[in-house]
T-cell receptor, first 115, second 115 residues
Framework: AQKVTQAQTEISVVEKEDVTLDCVYE???????LFWYKQPPSGELVFLIR??????QNEISGRYSWNFQKSTSSFNFTITASQVVDSAVYFC????????????FGTGTRLTIIP | GAGVSQSPSNKVTEKGKDVELRCDPI?????LYWYRQSLGQGLEFLIY????????KSGLPSDRFSAERTGGSVSTLTIQRTQQEDSAVYLC?????????????FGPGTRLTVT
């Protein structure tokens, strides 16, 4: 069985601060995929990133960066110089079976950026 | 291009009535997923379609829930004899389903309220 844990339920930071959202996953599969989604107040889930288990390179996209560490089963997400528009609920998710990529989601982290 | 669309956006129904929720995936996406999001249960997988077949229905909570997909495109989720615990946001997602391109794109959801 798969499991994704996002221990941080809510985080508030002042605008322009950096913030890291934690994600820890559990799976017995050796091939798996990790995702981050953003759910703004409008409600629609927005895809941010997909990472394969065999690619541990960290990734940076603008102010966003992701740190994937298989040794600790973590896939953390950092926002640099946060902005009010980053306020949302962020979900980490896992899929393990190519051919049926159903997602197992964490419980989400609600991020509030204070202007 | 057009994203995933769902209708209706909101549905209020009386306990015991049947409801149908519709999903139009992104054109060309062969895989389609239904999830539901509720306060108590978070984001849960319901069913997965590859083309018109549903190889994984493991998330459907009871036999009151069914889904079909026609023409490899539109999907309908039907809930019979609705109960108050069915109240949730029902989300549809689609993906291209080819190796290396497994991310799912979500629709805006249908908010179902059972009174």
């Amino acid at each position: 069985a798969q499991k994704v844990t996002q221990a941080q339920t809510e985080i508030s930071v002042v605008e322009k601060e950096d913030v890291t959202l934690d994600c820890v996953y559990e799976t017995r599969d050796t091939t798996y995929y990790l995702f981050w989604y953003k759910q703004p107040p409008s409600g629609e889930l927005v895809f941010l990133i997909r990472r394969n288990s065999f690619d541990e390179q960290n990734e940076i996209s603008g102010r966003y960066s992701w740190n994937f560490q298989k040794s600790t089963s973590s896939f953390n997400f950092t926002i640099t110089a946060s902005q009010v528009v980053d306020s949302a609920v962020y979900f980490c998710a896992l899929s393990t079976n190519f051919g049926n990529e159903k997602l197992t989601f964490g419980t989400g982290t609600r991020l509030t950026i204070i202007p | 291009g057009a994203g995933v669309s769902q209708s209706p956006s909101n549905k209020v129904t009386e306990k015991g009535k049947d409801v149908e929720l519709r999903c139009d995936p992104i054109s060309g996406h062969t895989a389609l997923y239904w999830y539901r999001q509720s306060l108590g249960q978070g984001l849960e997988f319901l069913i997965y379609f590859q083309g018109n077949s549903a190889p994984d229905k493991s998330g459907l909570p009871s036999d009151r829930f069914s889904a079909e997909r026609t023409g490899g495109s539109v999907s309908t989720l039907t809930i019979q004899r609705t109960q108050q615990e069915d109240s949730a946001v029902y989300l549809c997602a689609s993906s291209l389903h080819s190796r290396g391109r497994t991310e799912q794109y979500f629709g805006p959801g249908t908010r179902l309220t059972v009174t």
